[in-house]
């Protein structure tokens, strides 16, 4: 056998013994797989972009969502494409994360968000919701939570019922990046504003009961002009120290000497 790059870049695998004729070169690729020619990959290759990628804390996989309306799971100790899962023409994904166990998967829509339990050769819808234009979405590090971005809100549900817990509103555009930090005691967020908070998961259903959102919030960095935005932010910090109570007024006091997030600036935008 030997490998075949085509004109696209999609890498085929084909027999020594084997000849076989392709007058279009623009064919769909089930057109010219046959017994004699194979993607080198099965099922793992996309003609299409990349949307979004998460990886398993548990177990050897990532998975993808592209243009092409596809799911795939990848095991990266293999090297194979294990599950490809097409959604229909009017399903197109939006953003993904995948369970710390690598065997459940909750993905956005247009006008949805899914929860998909992961089998060995396909995904099982499990429960949906209503959530309109999710393109940022993270399962907790332990998994008990799911943190999903819509417009300027953050959505917090729990993840075995998709249960709505709190909104979290206080960032004055969207939302462009969700991140937790080890141990899931605080969730940070940066908006197109260019504002970075963090929201205590400890006060999550105080929050709800009290209907406030305002007494999660702690802030990182403060924009101090409207025009600078957020591409990225990375936490590294100790998660036991994000947070003291007041002694005056029961408020939240953010510890900066405890505290490490990495925030990258992207250029400036008018």
Not at 3 to 29: A, C, Y
Not at 217 to 238: K, P
Request: with cysteine.
């Amino acid at each position: 056998k030997f490998v075949v790059l085509s004109d696209s870049g999609r890498l085929l695998s084909v027999t020594m013994d084997s000849t076989v004729q392709v007058d279009n070169k623009d064919q769909s690729p089930s057109a010219i797989t046959t017994n004699a020619i194979k993607d080198l990959v099965q099922g793992g290759y996309s003609n299409e972009s990349v949307i979004a990628l998460d990886v398993a804390y548990n177990r050897p996989v990532f998975v993808t969502i592209s243009s092409d309306r596809c799911f795939r799971l990848y095991n990266y100790e293999t090297c194979k494409c294990e599950i490809r899962y097409p959604f229909s023409s009017d399903e197109q994904p939006m953003a993904l994360s995948i369970h710390p166990s690598g065997f459940q998967v909750v993905i956005s829509f247009k006008d949805r968000i899914k929860l998909f339990n992961i089998l060995p050769d396909k995904l099982k819808p499990y429960l949906e919701t209503i959530l309109k234009a999710s393109k940022e979405i993270h399962y907790s590090k332990g998994g008990q939570f799911i943190a999903a971005a819509s417009g300027i809100n953050i959505i917090i549900y729990d993840s075995r019922s998709l249960e709505q817990l709190i909104t979290l509103q206080g960032h004055m555009m969207s939302v462009r990046n969700l991140a937790w930090a080890d141990g899931d005691q605080v969730l940070f967020s940066s908006g197109l504003d260019g504002n970075v908070y963090g929201w205590l998961t400890s006060r999550f259903q105080v929050s709800s009961i009290q209907g406030d959102s305002e007494v999660n919030r702690i802030e990182i960095v403060t924009a101090n002009n409207r025009t600078s935005t957020i591409s990225s932010i990375a936490v590294d910090c100790l998660p036991t120290s994000f947070y003291k109570p007041s002694q005056t007024n029961n408020a939240l006091t953010h510890q900066t000497n405890y505290l490490s997030t990495n925030v990258t600036n992207s250029e400036k935008v008018n």
